[in-house]
Structures are given as C-alpha cells and as structure tokens.
C-alpha cells in the first residue's frame, strides 16, 4: 500500500514537472498582449490556482461531512491536508493577483468583489487551521475542526453575493476592462496547468497525509508507552 | 452561576418528561436557566455593556465628527459596537457552564442537544438584544443622531442582525468553550464568518439613520440578512450535536 502510494507520487511528480515545463515554455513563446505587455502571462497560473484552491475546498467540505458520519480518522486526515494545500494555493492566487494589480492598476490591493471574498475565504480556512492548533484532543479536534470547515465552506458563496451586491453599487474606480476574447489554443495552456495544479495538490496532499498518520501512529504509541 | 437544580431534571421517568415537555419547551426551559443565572450574577451584560459604552466614547475620539462624516460611519460603528460587545457576551454563554461540570450534566440531561443550543441561543438574544437598545439610546444621545425616524424597519434590522450575531456566536461559543484561549478564539472565528450578515446590516441601518425606508434598491440586503439567518441557524441545529456530543 505504502509502496504504491510512493509509486503514484513519483509518477504525479514527473507528469506534472513535465506539463508544466511544456506549459512554461509555451507561454513564455506568446506575443505580448498589446495593452498589458507581458504580466498578462501572470494569468496562465492566476486562474488554475484559484480553481485548484477551490477544489481543495470543496474536497474538505465532503470529507469532513464524511468525517462525522463515520467517525474515521482518515478523512479528518485528509480534510486537513487538503486544507493546507488549497490555503497555500489561495495565497498564491492572492499573491499573483496582487503582483498583477500594482503593475495594471498601479495598486497592490482593491476592495474588490473577487479580491475581498478571496481574501475573506483564506482567513475563513486559516481560521480551521487555528482551531486545529488550539484543540490538543484528537477526537474532539478533529470533530471541531470538522464543524469549522462545513460552516467555511458554506459561507464563500454567501460572501461573494454580499460583496457582489455591495460593490456593484460602487463600482471601483481602477476596475480593469477586458474586452478581448482569449484565443482556443491560449485556453488550453491554462487547462493544462490546471491539471498540473491539481496533480501538485494530490501530491502535496498525499505527503501530508503521511505526515498525519504518522503523527496519528506516534501519539498512540506515547500513550501506550505512558500507559505503562 | 448555574447548578444542577436549574437542569431540568425532576423525578419523573424520562419518557413522560418527554412526552409532555416537547421540545419548545426544552427550549424555553433552558433559555429561563440561562436568563435566571445571568440576572442573579450580572457578570456578562456588566462586562458587555460597560465594553459597548468605552468603545462608543474611544469612537468619539478616533474620529472628529461633523455632521456628515456622523451619519455616514454611525452605522458601521454602531454594528461594530454590537459585535464587540456580543463576543463578550457570547463568551459567557457555554464557558459559564464549565465550573461544576455543569456543561457535562446539560449535554447528559434528557434535553436534544439542539434544545439546549437553541435555549441558549434565545436567552443571548434577549441580553445582546437589550444590550443594543441600551448602545442605541446612548449613541443617540452622545452622537446627536436620530435614530428614532424609521423605527419599525430599524427595528427589523436589528433583530435580524442580531439574530445573525447570536447564532454564529452561540454556535462558536460551544465550538471554543474547551479551549484555552477561548477569549481570543471566540473574535477571530466569528467575524470573517459574519462579514455578509454584518455588511447588510450595516447597508440598511445606513439607509434607516438618514431617515430614509428601506428602498426597493436595498431589498436585497434585507433578503441576504433574512438568508444568512435561515441557512445557518439550519445548518447549527443540524451540527451541534457533533460540537457537544460528539
């Protein structure tokens, strides 16, 4: 089991290394675009982090669902890697976000509606991730932490729709306008680094699920140590 | 502080408590325990309230005020006043329970768990209701803003927003009541997770402050308000029998 895991590892690593080579080397072959130059490129990832960050999401939500209907340690195991990783691909999505505004807008940050429930989401997950640290108790940490992130996921939706509809009705001043239609073969550059994205993240979370099940073995084996 | 007597235990058989109580009045029973306690003791509505009057005073100085700048920002900083003094408040509402192990006997009790968080989501309602309503007379008169205008829809939104504030706040309070930093967690678990019950709040009391009903344009706030409290006093119910019991 183990060994077959280690094998999928490899074989994801080198797929994705491998896409994502190809998909560097292409985008850096594109023309400029005429009005942004070439921090337009900065799309290519901006985009399949946001949807690999979400995803991530969305695979937390089901498996802590599944986490209090069966009480198995191994979904919370894989709720918190999955977790860590979509965070870590959320900050990416802000900080590319970000690098791309000071150059277009000329500002590092608006109060935007995708910026602020983009934010508003990363500290919705931080969040999770401080409620795990603050509970020492398996059981009961991992029950908790499974509440938090139901309740997180439920409330991105919300929060989008109420940034929505606040900021329609004051439309930012530096609000970027693209009129421009993105071209097939251009598409297809961003699915594959999805798909690299996503390869990324089973990895990142097959690790960190290692991680936990060794914590998982290592704390049983203090308590039958301190049993004695 | 609560006790056992307060449980709503008495000698008879479970099944006929059962039978004749219903869970509306498990519900009240428990809310008359919360309120009962927090009367005789005073410790969460002094704290809460005092907290509310020092912010609204330190306000007065953060910002010089001239009329205009006034009407602007006092409804967010009234809905500020509320969610600080609320957490205060909402702290209270489990980690009261914790002395005497009284918590363990409530979730024990023959009383559904929902009962019990519904309870004591009710008796906070009132205290954070009544706490407001104090904030509101003294912002009305320190602030010089007329609140009075729109009164049933301010109101309205009052209860909703409230409403919204005590159901995350009950809900994250049985979640933090075994931690240690309880005070601390409380704050940082609930306000990103209030953001679009607060910013409708804070969008219709707006629009109530300057006199004006609230338009067709706002509807929508109102209906968000309205959906943040359905969808999450809903998904609490379903949840807090894993937060207490596990």
């Known amino acids: 089991m183990k060994k077959m895991r280690n094998t999928i590892i490899y074989v994801l690593a080198i797929a994705a290394t491998l896409i994502l080579g190809i998909d560097i080397y292409r985008i850096a072959g594109l023309p400029e675009e005429q009005a942004q130059g070439a921090i337009f490129k ?39 890697s999955v977790t860590e990783v979509g965070l870590a691909f959320l900050a990416g999505n802000l900080i590319t976000g970000s690098i791309w505004a ?49 309740f997180a996921f439920i409330d991105v939706p919300i929060v989008y729709f109420s940034i929505r509809l606040f900021r329609t009705q004051h439309p930012a ?8 239609s993105f071209p097939p073969d251009w598409s297809f550059i961003v699915f594959c680094n999805l798909m690299a994205l996503f390869m990324l993240g089973a990895i990142f979370t097959m690790i960190r699920l290692r991680q936990e099940e060794t914590q998982r073995e290592l704390d049983s084996l203090r308590r039958l140590a301190h049993a004695f | 502080m609560a006790t056992v007597r307060d449980l709503p235990i008495t000698n008879k058989s479970l099944a006929v408590q059962r039978s004749r109580a219903g869970f509306a009045r498990l519900v009240f029973v428990v809310m008359a325990k919360d309120l009962r306690a927090e009367l005789r003791t005073k410790e969460a509505i ?70 019990l968080f519904l309870g004591k989501a009710l008796a906070n309602y009132v205290l954070l209701f009544a706490i407001e309503m104090l904030s509101l007379v003294v912002f009305g008169i320190f602030y010089n803003v007329r609140w009075t205008v729109q009164f049933g829809e301010l109101m309205l939104v009052l209860a909703l927003g409230t ?41 219709l009391t707006l629009e109530l402050m300057a006199g004006r009903p609230i338009g067709a344009d706002k509807v929508s706030w109102l ?8 969808i999450y006093t809903a998904v609490s119910v379903v949840l807090i029998e894993s937060v207490l019991v596990g």
């Open chain 1, 42 to 80: 900065i799309i290519f990832f901006h985009v399949p982090l946001a949807i690999a960050g979400f995803a991530c999401a969305s695979v937390a939500f089901v498996s802590s669902i599944l986490f209090l209907v069966k009480k198995d340690f191994k979904y919370d195991a894989l709720a918190v």
């Open chain 2, 223 to 230: 209906q968000m308000l309205l959906g943040f409290n359905v």
């Open chain 1, 173 to 180: 001043p530096v609000f970027f306008s693209s009129t421009g």
């Open chain 2, 46 to 115: 002094n704290a809460s309230a005092a907290f509310a009057l020092v912010i609204l005073l330190l306000f007065s100085f953060a910002f010089d005020l001239d009329p205009d700048t006034n009407r602007q920002i006092a409804s967010g900083l009234l809905w500020l006043v509320f969610a600080f003094a609320g957490t205060l408040l909402l702290n209270r509402s489990f980690a009261r329970e914790l002395p005497n192990d009284c918590l363990d006997a409530l979730v024990a009790a023959p009383v559904p768990a929902s009962a």
């Open chain 1, 102 to 150: 000071r150059i277009i807008w000329g500002i590092w940050w608006t109060w935007d509606v995708r910026l602020t429930s983009a934010l508003v989401c990363w500290i919705l997950y931080a969040s999770y991730m401080m409620i795990r640290h603050a509970v020492e108790e398996p059981t009961q940490r991992a029950r908790l932490a499974a509440v938090v992130s139901i």
């Open chain 2, 163 to 203: 409403w919204a504030l005590t159901i995350m706040g009950t809900v994250f309070s049985a979640l933090t009541v075994n931690i240690k930093l309880r005070e601390v967690m409380l704050p940082i678990l609930i306000y990103p997770f209030l953001v679009p019950a607060l910013m409708s709040a804070i969008q």
